[in-house]
């Protein structure tokens, strides 16, 4: 079946502006999250959704980030005014939790 | 809180042969997931293997296996004849409910 998508693939935007990333998890799958890759780094997490209960937004770096998840399935992550420290690849799982998450190819945020 | 740390930020291998990439943790759980990830070039991250903390035989997956040591906290992954295409960065993770936390990674290089 389908894996976990997200769009777009890369996005290069400018200081200041929002940007908005968009993941279709794996049919069934209810819990999603969200991590942030920086260049050789590892995987930091930041937003974690199950079901209808309320989202664990613990690691959201600042206000600027906000994450929401429209009838269970799509989620959209939006960063406003983006800075050059946002710059990074932007990874989505899902799983049917608690059991293993399935990534997708990640969106690659460049902030010039 | 829970921390995973891979001590090999880059690890080699001659084709064919066997390598072992470290993985240890700290948790003061006994119920978890531990999770061997592979991310390629492509940046998709991919499940490789993974462990239930309460099973003592150690999970193996073709050419992959692990060695689970739970009182030791130490979870490496040994990669049975290697090929061209294990070469990337590899990411030990531990999951409790729906905390899940990354190592740094480990860039295993294949000489052919």
């Known amino acids: 079946g389908a894996g976990v998508s997200q769009s777009p693939s890369n996005k290069v935007t400018e200081k200041g502006k929002d940007v908005e990333l968009r993941c279709d998890p794996i049919s069934g799958h209810t819990a999603l999250y969200w991590y942030r890759q920086s260049l050789g780094q590892g995987l930091e997490f930041l937003i974690y959704f199950q079901g209808n209960s309320a989202p664990d937004k613990s690691g959201l770096p600042s206000d600027r980030f906000s994450a929401e998840r429209t009838g269970g399935s799509v989620s959209t992550l939006t960063i406003q005014r983006t800075q050059q420290e946002d710059s990074a690849v932007y990874l989505c799982a899902s799983s049917r939790a608690p059991d293993t998450q399935y990534f997708g190819p990640g969106t690659r945020l460049t902030v010039l | ?112």
């Open chain 2, 1 to 112: 809180a829970q921390t995973v740390t891979q001590s090999q930020p880059e690890m080699s291998v001659q084709e064919a042969e066997t390598v072992t990439l470290s993985c240890t943790y700290d948790t003061s759980e006994s119920d978890y997931y531990l999770f061997w990830y592979k991310q390629p070039p492509s940046r998709q991250m991919i499940l490789v293997i993974r462990q239930e903390a309460y099973k003592q035989q150690n999970a193996t997956e073709n050419r992959f296996s692990v060695n689970f040591q739970k009182a030791a906290k130490s979870f490496s992954l040994k990669i049975s004849d290697s090929q061209l295409g294990d070469a990337a960065m590899y990411f030990c993770a531990y999951r409790r409910s729906h905390d899940m936390r990354f190592g740094a990674g480990t860039r295993l290089t294949v000489k052919p």
